[in-house]
């Protein structure tokens, strides 16, 4: 994992991002913050030269709204919620796979961001975590028998047919 | 604002022999019988079975060492820690094909769905008939599948454990007439907790992590995590050793650790086994490392129903459907965690809001196609890529399939369908069972098919012939001594369910084979 940080312009794209790729709640519940270091994360798992092409493509997709004329020559992070959107769909529809890609990738990281914020989740009564202590206590206590006889059985021997354990030679090397 | 991880996870329970980055503080050199690459399915269970033969074993893994205590429903954290790349590796072709890979102590058992089915008869009979392998018929692996199946304690699903969406996706194939069976897990009393994808929190599952890797430690196998490896050494064409480095927590290399073997063992999977055997040198006088890569498409469509169903509530595909096996395709109920579902539809903003409202009531469903077409892995700036196209046959096989799951998810009383690919210029949603017909009356773009998988197989391929395959019905690399690959890359063709128990079968069988040949390795 590498230790990526968002730099101020990449922060400020993906920022003007979140109202076009999310749902209206990411600004209602205020963890538009969140969401964009939530991308941060993710990107720090990702290969170098991916993230490094994600970045660059964040970048020109900034400075491409200069061309889209609706823009009025400004970047795609000062435009309105309405002309944002339609600039995004440009993108989307894009002319090479390349605009495509692009427009698909920044939305899985919002999308995957936003719905790994404990709000949005708790909006859904998606509560995995309560549901998981519950069925691990039953589990102990209606099977802790059988659970303990597989553990023991991990580590009885049970040589290879016509294969007969010996000593084993000693550990070498050094760490 | 600085980005900052949600506490870290915990690392304070390792067994004896499990050594990390941590104990490493220079340069290190071992000494083994036996140094295997890799420890999920094929390298853990090749070490446990060596170890008690009582062979000196080193296992070389580059994930961590996590363990159950770790593992929480906190998917995207856990997609960092478990997965390779943070699971955006991709095959390139049209459409791409995103493929998943473990990376940790215990290898994509740690991560996969539990699935534990044998290599299906057909398919041993194909591997006899057509790579001419020898002892590899169902009645031959008998025993392997049975001591793998011990191990892994492989059996169905406690009745309490099994959720609402895996009942409604076996409704529907009961409405249908469809041949529907529950489904073999290794797990021991697995009260469904459905984060086998992201570990598993109860202990239940029995990845590696749980189960052969403790085993190989028991009888004295030494496991170093963040170590990754660069090269096979040699001495001509005799196998000598590995070199690599330990990972470092930034990813970069650390210090360098060598191990001197009298047999070593590529386990490092279908994409990375051929890529280390290449990058050091070990071409296949066959001409076929690295070829052959087949991967079981996955696409996955999402049911909406009007009643709570809480996908995540219950045992992760308690069912498959194998009505249409035959033909190369098996359905299954796979819920996925909301962040992982949004990802994947084409809606945002408003609509992304209003779909997601109702995750409560979605049953997500997934098939397993058995593929006809094969791609490659090349090494590409010295690492693994990828390359794989959907055959127009499969496609078609996929969207027949799509349609067969939609039939019966209606049947079952689901309100409207969500597609894995566009229908026209319009995104795939279908609102009733009359609706399914489009599939075929309306272009699919191939590029818009959302295809994923975790099976990848079959690049460094098993055979009797020197000249069509890489290594030979042990997975002994032809031409060159003391070298064995020992993963799903041996397969000759594609099998037809999920890998996990016949990569163990073929382990446990290369470990019989080199126990009971001790001069060839000593």
Redesign the interface.
Known sequence: MSDYQHSPATRRILTSLVPVICPPEAAELGITDAIVDHVGLTMGVLPAAFRAGFVLGLRTYDLGALAFPPARGRRAHRLPPELADRYYESWLHGPTPIHRQLAIAIGQLLKLAHYEQPAAQERLGYRPAAWIEQVKRRRLEVYSADIQRHAQSLIEPDPLPGIAPHARSSKKGAA | ?????RPALRQDVRPDGV?TRD??HGD??????VVIVGSGAGGATLAA?L??????V?VLEEGRYWSTRDF??????M??QLYR??G?TMAIGNPPVLYQEGKAVGGSTVVNGGMSWRTPEKILDRWWREAGLDGIRAKDME?YFE?VE??I?VRHQDPE?VGKDNLLLKQGADAKGWKVIPNLRNQ????????CAFGC??G?K?SALV?YV??AL???A?LYSDVRVARITRDGKRATGVVGHVVR???SNGHRVT?RAKLVVSACGAIHSPALLDRSGFGSPSGMLGKNLSLHPNVKLVAIFDEDVRG??GVHQAFQVREFKDEGLLFAAVNI?????????SH???E??AL??D??KMVVAGMLCEDTNTGRVRNVGG?PQAFYQLSDFDADKLKQGCALLSEMLFAAGAKRILLPFALGPHAGELKGPDDVRRIFSEPVPK?TMEVVTVHMMGTAAMGSDRTRAVTDGFGLVHDVDRLMVCDASLFPTPIGVNPMETIQALA?RA??HV??NPRRFS
């Open positions: 604002m600085v980005a900052v991880a050594y104990d490493l290190t050199v071992l000494d083994a019988d079975e170890a008690e033969g009582g062979l000196d080193v929480t429903a906190e998917a995207s954290q997609i960092r790349d943070g955006a025993p001591r011990r191990r304690h454990s021991v009393h697995c009260p469904g907790s459905n984060n929190p109860t239940a029995q189960s403790p085993r028991h009888f004295g030494r927590a930034d990813g191990v995540w509530e965690p909301p962040s992982i579902l949004a990802m994947t539809t945002r903003g408003a992304l809001g997601m409202a995750y409560d690492k590029q446990t470990a019989h126990l009971s």
